[in-house]
């Protein structure tokens, strides 16, 4: 939403047609936390990832797929990785980019004495759900006290009004699901350290879960602005049956979702996410035509069991190129990767948690199966809408967020149990969360890694962003950012 393209302010304000109490009473297990079905349909993927597919849309993803480079630091040879690093067993032997600069995605967490850039009580746009510190987390303070140390060069810290004098006069849309929010309201907070934003109220739309379709936020001292679509399949999907479980959906793999696809013209920047939901009962469509299920809807629907990381590459895929295919878009495309939950001694409805309090080393723990499944997926889909992009010389410019093995070493960032929904207590019944991630916390690498990338350093990022796959492919890079 550009303010020269249109005036936000003169948007009349929408009346939402009431839900259907009944409705309403259906969705609530659907709708009250975004992360209940998360590692409940592991057993469905792990099985559904080795069953072949007989629709030729849905290859299976590679085991292993080269990043695409997007923006780098320049390399320091007097920066030493910190003491007792090792080595990831899928990584590259060489940590930099075919331009000899530094690949932000590999490193570890050291201990870090900078204040944060925010608190619960200096950022008004924390959602209760991830106020660890207000809920009293254990380690709760110990959680910002580390920062991100890629191998060979330093991170810089985010400044916020650097940020937004890049961003003057420019939009930027996330697209995807709750974990998408989370994103926003930590790039929020971290820009409170100058003029909080307006929240827009253009529409109240929501959709079938209740949750807002949109929600705008205006900087007007410098004509920026953050939109919010709630996607979180990315491609149109519908609630066939939500009696069934955690709702039985219509995935509609070739179809980009209209309600942020129809505005890809308003943005400058659009960052794509979303993965959690293919966790959910679904039966994939292609030409308005069933192709495939994953294992959750097997009671529901007779087609075949195809991977779900195949349904990820998918729509991913038509997101890409829905962005790449619209006319006028000249901005740039970010797919964020994949970020794991960390639930341990059991799923979340079994008794799981995650009570660390301290960042993982680096090898100490084994990438989890679904997690690389699905950032692979990812990135194949992310690399042929770039070989698209090329053919059909499109104006459109793709970068990949890479933070999965970044995120992998903090089980200690989640609520746990001190998240809860808006007047909860810590004496009450709730779900424990160990998929979303606190605030502040180390969520806000994302948007650090963000800043390098579009504020920061863009005409490396430019130069860096041209590298071929097939020159990637040759030098065997892992993902510099």
């Known amino acids: 939403m550009k303010p020269h393209k249109s005036n936000p302010f003169s948007r009349k304000i929408s009346v939402a047609v009431a839900t259907p109490i ?16 998360a590692d409940s349909y592991y057993q469905y993927i792990r ?12 290859p299976a993803t590679t085991s292993a797929s080269p990043t695409i480079p997007a923006a780098t630091l320049p390399s320091s040879s007097s920066s ?24 932000l995605t590999r490193g570890q967490w050291v201990p870090d004495d900078e204040p944060p850039y925010y608190t619960n009580l200096t950022c ?22 580390w920062r991100w140390k890629p191998d060979g060069c330093d991170l810089p810290r985010f400044d916020a009004g650097r940020f937004l004098e890049a961003m003057r006069g420019k939009s930027m849309a996330f697209v995807g699901d709750s974990l998408a929010r989370n994103h926003v309201k930590s790039l929020l907070c971290i820009l409170s350290q100058v003029p909080e934003p307006v929240e827009l109220v253009t529409t109240t739309e929501t959709d079938v879960t209740g949750r807002a379709v949109r929600r705008d936020f205006h900087y007007g001292s410098h004509g920026f602005n953050v939109s919010l679509f709630w996607s979180p399949f990315l491609v149109k999907a519908n609630l066939s049956n939500a009696a069934f479980g955690l709702g039985l959906w219509d995935v509609h793999l070739d179809t980009p979702d209209a309600r942020w696809a129809a505005h890809i013209a308003d943005f400058d920047y659009i960052v794509l996410s979303g993965t959690n939901w293919f966790f959910r009962p679904s039966v994939y469509y292609e030409g308005g ?62 008794g799981g948690d995650c009570v ?6 680096r090898g100490e723990r084994a990438r989890d199966a679904v997690v690389a499944e699905f950032r692979a997926a990812q990135v194949d889909a992310l690399r042929e809408t770039e ?33 809860h929904p808006p007047g909860g207590s810590v004496e009450g019944s709730f779900v424990v969360d160990c998929l979303h991630w606190c605030l502040p916390g180390p969520i806000d690498l994302w948007s650090e890694l963000l800043f390098h990338m579009l504020a920061a350093h863009p005409r490396r990022a430019d130069i860096d962003s041209r590298v071929s796959v097939r020159e990637t492919e040759k030098n065997g890079v892992q993902g510099t950012l």
């Not at 409705?23 to 079905?37: I, R, W």
């Not at 030493?80 to 690949?103: E, I, V």
């Not at 992009?389 to 089980?411: F, H, K, V, Y």
Request: positive net charge; contains cysteine; glycine residues 10%.
């Open 47 to 58: 099985r559904a990832s080795s069953a072949s597919s007989s629709a030729p849309s849905f």
């Open 356 to 361: 660390r309090t301290r960042p993982l080393r």
């Open 80 to 103: 030493a990785s910190p003491p007792n690093s090792s080595s990831s067993s899928s990584a590259s032997p060489t940590n930099s980019s075919p331009t000899g600069a530094c690949d």
């Open 387 to 419: 070989a698209a992009w090329r053919r059909n010389r499109s104006g459109a410019e793709l970068r990949l967020l890479d933070i999965t093995g970044a995120m992998e070493l903090r089980p200690d960032g989640h609520p746990s149990r001190y998240g």
């Open 289 to 350: 035509r069933a192709v495939g299920r994953n294992g959750g809807a097997s009671g529901a629907h007779n087609a075949t069991e195809t991977p779900v990381s195949g349904a990820v590459r998918a729509a991913f895929r038509t997101a890409l190129g829905a962005i790449a295919a619209r006319e006028g878009f000249r901005g740039k495309a970010v797919v964020r990767t994949v970020t794991p939950a960390h639930f341990e001694n059991g799923e979340w409805n079994t």
């Open 124 to 145: 008004p746009f924390i959602d209760d759900l991830q106020n660890c510190m207000k809920f009293g987390k254990p380690g709760g303070l110990d959680i910002m006290r």
């Open 22 to 37: 009944l409705l309403l009473l259906a969705l609530a297990v659907v709708s009250l936390y975004d992360f209940n079905f």
